[in-house]
């Protein structure tokens, strides 16, 4: 799984934002999700865009459920908020 998911992040620092379905999905607010499935085993990398082409990965998880846990979103802007603050700050 881990080498899938490297694979996944080589390839959305090629694409960018424009990486998409079925590798990236936007879920909210600015908050993307990497995808990645290795047998029965379904594994996300949240992330989101900052100034110019940088990527910030913020939390994974392992998907237990058809939609993404709205906690593992809302970490992920907890994390963005704070990333936001001490580079901007």
Known sequence: ???KMDMLVTLLQEY????????SEH?????FELRAKFGS????????FYVGKRI??????????QKTPPREIELAKKYRKDY??????
Do not use: C
Not at 16 to 23: A, R
Not at 41 to 48: A, E, M, Q, T
Not at 84 to 89: N, P, S, V
């Open 56 to 65: 910030v990965l913020t939390n994974g998880f392992v998907k237990k459920t």
């Open 41 to 48: 085993d379904i594994s996300r990398v949240l992330y989101f």
């Open 16 to 23: 960018g934002n424009l990486l998409q379905f079925p590798y």
């Open 84 to 89: 936001l603050e001490r580079k901007e700050g």
């Open 1 to 3: 799984m881990r080498s």
């Open 27 to 31: 879920l909210a607010d600015g908050i």
